[in-house]
């Protein structure tokens, strides 16, 4: 260079990423965004995309457990499955959950709530189940657990029940099922507890029990031997807030209806 002779500095060239493709942290797994637009054969594969094809012969039933809809939206290019544009992921090793790490978990990812997580994830990636498993990841994620408050309302203290006066003045009543059927067609047993002495009466009651049978077997069961209970502990089963209380109030009325002179 001659003196006076003016001095150019020329930028490096930067390093330009194709419109179609979508960079993750890990150039190995760098997918495509349209599998159309994606070129070579088997050996332009990532090491991420060649596990995924090795899955799919482990997880050879991954197809047959699809709905007919969710079939003809599948495609298999390059040894590859995609669901419209986004890569079949099988139940092999851990796939699925790296998967999930690298766009949830990942410091550019930023632990995000579930349905931002679901939309970014299905972006990329899709297999059945996959709003589910995103839920329980981020259930279980540490971080997610320790650095963010939960939305729902606090709960309240738990109140005890009260000792009840005298025996029988309350008692509880649940049901054991799913139980063998027996010689006389019963499959559940339904069990009242006093609460004050813990004495307990057991009945054996057939698979098709309902709200009905239950208030009549309450009436032959405890109230002819112990009185009608003043209080009545169950848990929220729909066989004890429909019709229960209605036919427990109607035979009680005509139990206690007496005789005109």
Known sequence: MTRGQSLTIVPAASPKVKPNMQVTENPDQVLPRNPSTAAGAQESLTSFQKQVAKGYKHDSSWFDKLTAAEQSKCQSRQGLWWHEDALVIPDYRDLRLQCLRELHNCPYSG??????TQKAVSRLY???????????????CSVCQKSKNSSQ??????????????????????????????????????????????MVHFAAVPRGFG?????????????KLHGLPREIVSDRDTMFTSEFWEVLTASTSKINRLPSP
Do not use: C, Y
Not at 126 to 134: H, I, R
Not at 211 to 223: G, N, V
């Open 126 to 140: 899709w297999w059945k189940g996959l709003f589910e498993d995103v839920r329980k990841h981020i259930r279980t």
């Open 111 to 116: 632990h995000l709530g579930v349905t931002k």
């Open 153 to 198: 309302k606090s709960a309240r203290l738990l109140q005890p029940l009260q000792i009840p006066g005298r025996r029988w003045e309350s008692i509880s009543v649940d049901m054991i099922v799913q139980l063998p059927l027996t010689k006389s067609g019963n499959t559940k047993i339904v069990v009242f507890v006093n609460r004050l002495s813990k």
């Open 211 to 223: 709200d009905e049978d239950m208030a009549r077997l309450l009436m032959h069961t405890i109230f």
